[in-house]
């Protein structure tokens, strides 16, 4: 079939809609000085084509071409992090087990090149058999994102104490591109204009109207939050203040330069962005427990119990999903988002 008649399929309507978002975020994205915004929008459009090869076979010689290269750039990242950990950058303090867990995670990024491997993993975490290009890409990502976990976290400690972090600045732009970004990630990751309408990708991701019942559940799934945080704030006191002073201090370098506008866009940014990708793209599919570790590993600048506390946000995110549906967890999330930057200002 000829290229112009493969666009005037379904498929490749659909694409060819994902296209014009990839091209239109990215100029959006240099305008106002979001990179955030074109990379989440193109990584949503390569699960459109996966989706669209699930659908009709012709696309696969186009997604065979541009699934290798992000498997590829995490590979090379990782290596690089390898060295970076291992003394290659002069000043920054050596973290020689950082570095080895770079490799094996450069090591098992390079492992989804290989079908089979990627096709066990993505059957065993999704429970689908047989795999789709779809659940395939999604498997790639899921490895680049628990096995850089570590690393990263030790990256950002080392980068954080010796204060080469001072000049980072991340407001408005950033908050406004990733919340846009995120959308449209979480609308790719579900086949939208490919193999779903709008109506039915907003649907598959649990949006919908609150019912009588979800502002309660909404107020005592912030109180809990609350109180699980209390909990964890304790704990660290107690035992762990060296973890406890580190995500105090993080805390404060998150919140501290923010303006009210900004912390609003943050409060939605996380709230809507991450709910909307994990608990209403993935976690139909993952489960519930395996989405909050995914969930966890996205917080590398936390000390360890921090992370643990966020894999228990995410496990109680989880469950009131899978009992009310994505629009309530969005609010639950962005409130305690609000209230706990807010604290952080104050304090």
Known sequence: ???????NTPAGRGLMMWLGLALGAGVIGVVIGSAELGMLTVLGALFALAHAVDRDSRWLGLHLFL????PAIAVFGFLGLAAILAGALPGLERHPAG?????VAAALTALTFWPAFTDALAQRLFRRRPSTHGLRLATRLMVVGLAACYPTSVAFRIAFEQDQLDA???GTASFVGTLLGMVLLSLGAVGAFVTRDLRGSIARLGLRQLRAWDPVVVVLGVAAL?????GVEWAQQA???AAGLHDRRVTEFIANPLSRLEMVMLGLSAGIGEELALRGALQPRLGILVT??????????YSWVGMIAIVLFGLLFGVVRRATSTTVVILMHVIYDLIAVMGARSS
């Open 239 to 241: 035992w762990f203040p």
């Open 292 to 301: 909050a570790l995914l969930f966890g590993s996205l917080h590398v600048q």
């Open 168 to 170: 980072v600045r991340i």
């Open 67 to 70: 699934a290798w290269i992000l």
């Open 1 to 7: 079939m000829a290229p112009l008649e493969l666009t």
């Open 99 to 103: 570095a080895i867990v770079s490799v």
């Open 226 to 230: 609350l109180a699980l945080n209390t």
